[in-house]
């Protein structure tokens, strides 16, 4: 059963709460596009609402197949997609590995459970961040002007990291010939480590500069990232020579001895 989102205090499950006078689009906010899929006509109305209130243009659907419809229609032009993982249908879980099938927009997931098998889950899909029921509209507004501000690419220089090759101008990480398929959230966690030049670089530090917020201790949505990049860019993920875990305190990138 989906859970109402939050509007400051709680509210009944029922009721919409008038929205406050217009305080005008967020930063980051304005003319973004986000494509909210959740299956509870109340949540996807008062999500609709809150988020157009902020700046956002809202598309929204009912279930996984009009999910996938929409995006293979309206993809070009979503600028984020908020994912409830309990879909009717074809399942949260199964749209999030289609959205990232060839594609680094960046995704949401909205859980109703807290453990890690289910956050997990919704991550190792492809989600770059996830957030829980029932929703607080401030902290989900939050977590999206953190995504946009981080996809926007930036004017550092150019580094090489055994034999990769990292462009922050272009957003694109090369072995040789080759484009390596990162999601932006993954670009910017292995800018970060490239930019330590090999000094350690702890979960909070990661956390708070390529998520853009505190997480109070929960370094799931860290360690699965760094799973998922040590997949496309080490030749052996398991024991990995690039990315490396400086236990109990962070990670840093390999420089050449």
């Given at each position: 059963?989906?859970?109402?989102?939050?509007?400051?205090?709680?509210?009944?499950?029922?009721?919409?709460?008038?929205?406050?006078?217009?305080?005008?689009?967020?930063?980051?906010?304005?003319?973004?596009?986000?494509?909210?899929?959740?299956?509870?006509?109340?949540?996807?109305?008062a999500?609709?609402?809150?988020?157009?209130?902020?700046g956002y243009?809202?598309?929204?659907?009912?279930d996984?197949?009009?999910a996938?419809a929409?995006?293979?229609?309206?993809?070009?032009?979503v600028d984020?997609?908020?994912l409830?993982?309990m879909l009717p249908?074809?399942?949260?879980?199964?749209v999030?590995?289609?959205?990232?099938?060839?594609h680094?927009v960046?995704?949401?997931?909205?859980?109703?459970?807290?453990?890690?098998?289910?956050?997990?889950?919704?991550?190792?899909?492809?989600a770059d961040?996830?957030?829980t029921?029932p929703l607080?509209?401030?902290?989900?507004?939050a977590?999206?002007?953190?995504?946009?501000?981080?996809?926007?690419?930036?004017?550092?220089?150019?580094?090489?990291?055994?034999?990769?090759?990292?462009?922050?101008?272009?957003?694109?990480?090369t072995?040789g010939e080759?484009?390596l398929?990162?999601?932006?959230?993954?670009?910017?966690?292995?800018c970060?480590?490239?930019?330590?030049?090999?000094?350690?670089v702890?979960?909070?530090?990661?956390?708070?500069?390529?998520?853009?917020y505190?997480?109070?201790?929960?370094t799931?949505?860290?360690d699965?990232?760094?799973?998922?990049l040590?997949?496309?860019?080490e030749?052996?993920?398991?024991?990995p020579?690039?990315?490396?875990?400086?236990?109990g305190?962070?990670y840093?990138?390999?420089?050449?001895?």
């Amino acid at each position: 059963m989906s859970t109402m989102p939050t509007f400051g205090p709680a509210i009944g499950l029922g009721s919409v709460p008038a929205p406050a006078p217009a305080p005008g689009p967020a930063p980051g906010a304005a003319n973004a596009s986000v494509l909210l899929i959740e299956d509870d006509p109340r949540i996807r109305q008062a999500l609709t609402l809150s988020l157009e209130d902020e700046g956002y243009e809202v598309r929204g659907v009912r279930d996984g197949e009009e999910a996938l419809a929409a995006f293979a229609a309206h993809g070009a032009t979503v600028d984020v997609v908020l994912l409830d993982l309990m879909l009717p249908g074809v399942d949260g879980l199964t749209v999030c590995r289609a959205l990232r099938e060839g594609h680094d927009v960046p995704i949401i997931i909205v859980t109703a459970r807290t453990d890690s098998s289910d956050v997990i889950a919704g991550l190792e899909a492809g989600a770059d961040d996830y957030v829980t029921k029932p929703l607080v509209a401030s902290e989900l507004n939050a977590r999206i002007k953190a995504l946009l501000r981080r996809v926007r690419g930036s004017g550092s220089p150019t580094h090489a990291v055994g034999d990769l090759v990292i462009d922050p101008a272009t957003g694109l990480v090369t072995r040789g010939e080759e484009e390596l398929g990162l999601t932006k959230t993954e670009f910017r966690l292995l800018c970060e480590l490239a930019a330590a030049h090999g000094q350690l670089v702890t979960r909070e530090q990661l956390l708070e500069r390529v998520w853009g917020y505190g997480y109070f201790g929960d370094t799931r949505l860290l360690d699965v990232h760094v799973m998922r990049l040590r997949r496309k860019t080490e030749e052996n993920p398991s024991n990995p020579q690039l990315i490396l875990t400086v236990r109990g305190m962070g990670y840093r990138i390999a420089t050449a001895s």
